[in-house]
């Protein structure tokens, strides 16, 4: 198996996604030994049913991709998501609350999420590229009190994916208390790898396949 494509959320997030390219999606994903596939809740059902026999996982994304919906449809949404056959939840925060420093709204948000989809792995998306550092700083500390078991970086809908210096803020303020998940505009091995070497234990991408693909080329 290749060394990153256990590393790798093979993401298909297109609203005009069809049932054909969700199927491709789980074929590309159990033909490279991918971590999981991250879908939005609607294809969780099909995504569960088409990898029941391969150690692929799903990821469904909570209140995607703007995190701005209530707490309470963000914990039902997770809920539905988990029932359907979801391992993993990536929720995106209330950027809103960022800026006016109520992160104790964040953490409770997390905190009811975690506890509704019990022993699953909740990914907490806090957009770094609308955040300073110091609010970089203060989310990934809040979400990780929260309980969440990855800082995410990014949607991918930003006006930036993650970079470098924004896996190096996560991991100097969490060290190990929480893993990171890099994602957006990660396309190609070199570059994935560069952020695995940061602190990355995530890679979240559509470009996996070509990932792999282009391993070992010089």
């Known amino acids: 198996m290749n060394p990153i494509s256990s590393y790798i959320d093979h993401t298909l997030l297109d609203p005009l996604a069809t049932g054909k390219a969700i199927e491709s999606l789980c074929e590309e994903a159990m033909i490279y030994s991918f971590h999981s596939v991250c879908v939005h809740g609607c294809h969780v059902q099909q995504c569960r049913e088409l990898l029941r026999d391969s150690e692929v996982v799903v990821c469904a994304v909570v209140g995607f991709p703007l995190g701005a919906g209530s707490t309470t449809a963000k914990v039902r949404e997770a809920e539905d998501a988990i029932a359907h056959g979801a391992s993993e939840i990536d929720m995106v925060i209330n950027q809103g609350w960022v800026k006016e420093n109520e992160y104790h709204k964040i953490l409770q948000e997390v905190h009811f999420v975690k506890d509704v989809i019990g022993g699953a792995v909740l990914k907490v998306i806090i957009e770094t590229a609308n955040l300073t550092k110091e609010e970089?700083?203060?989310?990934?500390?809040?979400?990780?009190?929260?309980?969440?078991?990855?800082?995410?970086?990014?949607?991918?809908?930003?006006?930036r994916g993650a970079s470098l210096e924004d896996i190096k803020i996560i991991k100097?303020?969490?060290?190990?208390?929480?893993?990171?998940?890099?994602?957006?505009?990660?396309?190609?091995?070199?570059?994935?790898?560069?952020?695995?070497?940061?602190?990355?234990?995530?890679?979240?991408?559509?470009?996996g396949v070509k990932m792999v693909g282009s391993f070992g080329k010089s």
């Open 136 to 159: 970089i700083v203060n989310c990934a500390r809040t979400v990780v009190e929260g309980g969440a078991d990855f800082v995410k970086t990014s949607t991918g809908f930003g006006n």
């Open 172 to 207: 100097n303020t969490i060290g190990n208390s929480a893993a990171i998940k890099a994602s957006g505009g990660i396309r190609n091995y070199e570059d994935a790898m560069k952020f695995i070497e940061a602190g990355a234990g995530r890679i979240g991408t559509s470009s």
